[in-house]
T-cell receptor
């Protein structure tokens, strides 16, 4: 089945460690890609998005993601995490229309919980 | 607060009862979306509106689920004859109509449903 896969369910890091969260999708063609974050007790917030252009996308709070079309990947990175980055991170894709993609129909991964130890 | 508002934040009901959730989108957003999120999963798309028109409803989970946006502003999601499997967080989101922003969704805090 077509899907979005996030490889890690729970990642635990110490402050200042580097972060990379994996995201792979299984749709061919043109996709729109997103990372959303949900801090404890808060609603989903957009971290960054990729629609076209430079495959290295910079988002808020020092996060970035790289779209690698050949690998169907959109991994999220941050060079040095802080305790305040503790949250759940969701990768999401709008597939092409021939895969059932439609306006605002984001296909989400299951999420990765990040715990940062002070 | 100019974000997406959802009400109630938490609803506990008995199996077989009907429940209704309300969503007030960001005022300048024409598009409104409903998603459902169950434990350990990412959000799952249910339906969306552009103004008052419901443009996608094939992903509503069953005919017990219905959504309306009668005046193109707030929306309601109703679940009839609730079942325990309906227990989940129901998320509303909105976006502008045009341009790249049309696919950038702003989410509300959600309405958590518990069916006993």
């Amino acid at each position: 089945a077509q899907s979005v896969s996030q490889h890690n369910h729970h990642v635990i890091l110490s402050e200042a460690a580097s972060l990379e969260l994996g995201c792979n999708y299984s749709y061919g063609g043109t996709v729109n890609l997103f990372w959303y974050v949900q801090y404890p007790g808060q609603h989903l917030q957009l971290l960054l998005k990729y629609f076209s252009g430079d495959p290295l996308v910079k988002g808020i709070k020092g996060f970035e993601a790289e779209f690698i079309k050949s690998k169907f990947s959109f991994n999220l990175r941050k060079p040095s995490v802080q305790w305040s980055d503790t949250a759940e991170y969701f990768c999401a894709v709008i597939p092409p229309m021939n895969y059932g993609g439609s306006q605002g129909n984001l296909i989400f991964g299951k999420g990765t919980k990040l715990s940062v130890k002070p | 607060d100019t974000g997406v508002s959802q009400d109630p934040r938490h609803k506990i009901t008995k199996r077989g009862q009907n429940v209704t959730f309300r969503c007030d989108p960001i005022s300048e957003h024409n598009r409104l979306y409903w998603y459902r999120q169950t434990l350990g999963q990412g959000p799952e798309f249910l339906t969306y509106f552009q103004n008052e028109a419901q443009l996608e409803k094939s992903r509503l989970l069953s005919d017990r689920f219905s959504a309306e946006r009668p005046k193109g502003s707030f929306s309601t999601l109703e679940i009839q004859r609730t079942e325990q499997g309906d227990s989940a967080m129901y998320l509303c989101a909105s976006s502008p109509r045009a341009g790249d922003g049309a696919n950038v969704l702003t989410f509300g805090a959600g309405s958590r449903l518990t069916v006993l």
